[in-house]
């Protein structure tokens, strides 16, 4: 029958360990330390085990002794020198370190409170006894209370000594016990301790590998368990911190966008020391955990790519707004800043491109949870931010030959008419020609000559045979030849004004984009009957405008409102050069239907 036992301990794996490695000789029933209920919560015949800290100890002995006086097992912690309830005669006290074997071997030979108790007095600081000490503390018992067994009657009285002399025993004479083996009876008697040591051998070895793996495998559980949850919170840092920087480059605050790109970066570093623990690289070496350690670097690899690709996106965007290490300012395009947002762009590409590959690599799967919705967002996150980050990567890359990096190039710039009134655009109203020598834009007047030049030239629904007819007609006169024309309606000149704000023009006063459209047309006409003097004030409204564009504003928004206005038909753009007419093609500005 199993010995009951009642352990106190806040040690969650000892009872377990005692009782496989017992193998049904004991039952434990556990207690916190901080838990005291009124009714004794034991058995009566129960053993009890103390394991707690010495400021523990004293209160719970009492408490212990007031309920129960059967044997007691104190346990010490290491180092702890006996203490003076080792005098209690029903009690034995093990110092660590010890074998469970060694504990299990005391439960089943508990201490006896027949034994004669120690001198009272405080006790002498003396070494916990280790697991040898016990086996010569429980002998000295057995000793005594076979002693004291033997001087009882059947009915438990002292027996009285026979009268006369007592013959000697067979011992006294020096002759064996009848029960001692004989020569017929050695070696078998030999051979069955040897089967009875193996059994109990083999069966302690497979109790102690079944709590070693019992052991591992809640550590590891448990060690998984938490690796996930950190996981969990650091990742949706990340997330939820990176979209905060997406919505603040959406809104131009590139400061903000930064501070949550670090934040993002703060929360992966968190979320990269997770795989380095123990459990997960021991996890890595199983064969059904191995693939979900696997995605899980994968993951965090393509979160340091989305991570890194916000950082150079709030780079790129610190050159396209107005302040230090703005791309333009006062009329004059820096090219060592084109350069380096050129650099930055490139670099966000192949972080993009690294995170896809990565992503990849993701299996997921049942022993994977989260994986798979994981990589959903962040592919969908790539594809949209490489969305925006090619389109802007190749205007870069275009720019230092459009911006004169080379030699001069002169533009023309046409302010028309509504483009719906015509296939090729609106009549031409105004004519300007910007002129950029090493990024230095300078913007020269166009006479009425070159309206009346470029009229009839647009009419093809072709924009880019409109384009050519323009160019050629601007070269008459000997002036030098343009490489490109740019053509825009009173919606898109609109459109431009909502990004940079309102210009004062003579004759107009002041044009801002709610009124834009009204004034160039119906009270333009209203106004100025004669075409001659409409047309200078056209001028000076079309001149205003470029000039405010050219003064460096947010090119992110006004790249946004142009690039909507060559959707809808109100910009168009031509170039001479092959290349950068794809550019204008990939950007909807060539006026093609498509």
Request: hydrophobic share 45%.
């Amino acid at each position: 029958m199993a010995e009951p036992v009642l352990l106190i301990s806040s040690d969650p794996f000892l009872g377990t360990s005692l009782e496989a490695l017992a193998a049904g000789r004991i039952r434990v029933a556990c207690l916190d330390p901080s838990r005291r209920p009124a009714a004794w919560p034991g058995e009566p015949a129960a053993i009890v085990v103390l394991d707690v800290t010495a400021r523990q100890r004293n209160a719970l002995h009492t408490w212990i002794r007031r309920h129960h006086g059967g044997s007691l097992v104190v346990l010490l912690k290491p180092g702890e020198r006996v203490p003076a309830l080792a005098f209690d005669p029903a009690s034995v006290v093990v110092g660590r370190p010890f074998r469970l074997s060694d504990l299990v071997w005391v439960l089943e030979h508990p201490p006896d409170p027949l034994g004669a108790p120690d001198p009272p007095g405080p006790a002498p600081a003396r070494p916990a006894p280790g697991p040898r000490d016990l086996l010569k503390a429980s002998a000295e018992q057995r000793r005594r209370r076979l002693g004291a067994l033997a001087g009882a009657g059947a009915g438990g009285r002292p027996a009285r000594a026979a009268a006369g002399p007592r013959a000697p025993s067979a011992a006294e004479r020096g002759l064996p016990r009848p029960d001692w083996p004989t020569a017929a009876t050695r070696v078998g008697g030999r051979r069955r301790r040897r089967t009875r040591r193996g059994r109990r051998l083999a069966a302690r070895v497979m109790a102690g590998v079944l709590v070693v793996l019992v052991l591992a495998g809640a550590w590891l559980a448990l060690g998984l368990f938490e690796a996930r949850r950190d996981l969990l919170v650091a990742g949706s840092a990340v997330r939820a911190e990176l979209t905060a920087a997406e919505a603040a480059l959406e809104r131009g605050r590139a400061a903000e966008a930064a501070e949550a790109v670090q934040a993002a970066e703060r929360s992966l570093a968190v979320a990269a020391a997770v795989p380095d623990r123990r459990e997960l690289r021991v996890a890595a070496r199983l064969p059904l955990l191995s693939g979900g350690v696997r995605d899980t670097r994968h993951l965090l690899a393509a979160a340091a790519g989305l991570t890194g690709a916000g950082d150079r996106a709030v780079a790129v965007a610190a050159h396209l707004r107005p302040g230090r290490g703005a791309l333009l300012d006062g009329g004059r395009f820096d090219l060592g800043a084109l350069d380096d947002a050129t650099a930055q762009a490139r670099g966000l590409v192949a972080e993009l491109e690294a995170a896809r590959g990565e992503l990849g690599r993701v299996r997921g799967g049942p022993l994977a949870p989260g994986a798979d919705q994981t990589r959903r967002w962040a592919l969908g996150r790539v594809e949209e931010a490489a969305a925006r980050a090619r389109p802007l990567l190749a205007t870069l890359e275009a720019l230092p030959g459009a911006l004169g990096g080379g030699r001069p190039r002169g533009y023309l710039l046409v302010l028309t008419g509504p483009a719906g009134q015509r296939p090729g655009g609106g009549a031409p109203l105004a004519v300007r020609e910007v002129v950029v020598d090493h990024g230095v834009a300078a913007t020269r007047p166009g006479g009425g000559e070159l309206v009346d030049a470029l009229r009839g030239a647009g009419g093809s629904p072709d924009f880019a045979t409109a384009g050519r007819a323009l160019l050629a007609a601007a070269r008459t006169g000997g002036r030098p030849r343009p490489v490109g024309v740019v053509a825009l309606d009173p919606l898109a000149v609109r459109a431009l004004l909502e990004a940079t704000g309102p210009v004062a023009v003579p004759g107009y006063g002041r044009l801002d984009a709610a009124g834009a459209v009204r004034q160039l047309t119906r009270d333009a006409q209203a106004r100025w009957p004669d075409p001659a003097q409409r047309r200078r004030y056209h001028q000076a409204a079309l001149g205003a405008v470029v000039g405010r564009f050219l003064a460096g504003r947010d090119l992110v928004a006004v790249g946004r409102v142009l690039g909507a206005a060559g959707a809808g038909g109100h910009l168009r753009a031509y170039a001479a050069d092959p290349g950068l007419e794809r550019l204008l093609a990939s950007h909807r500005l060539d006026g093609g239907r498509g």
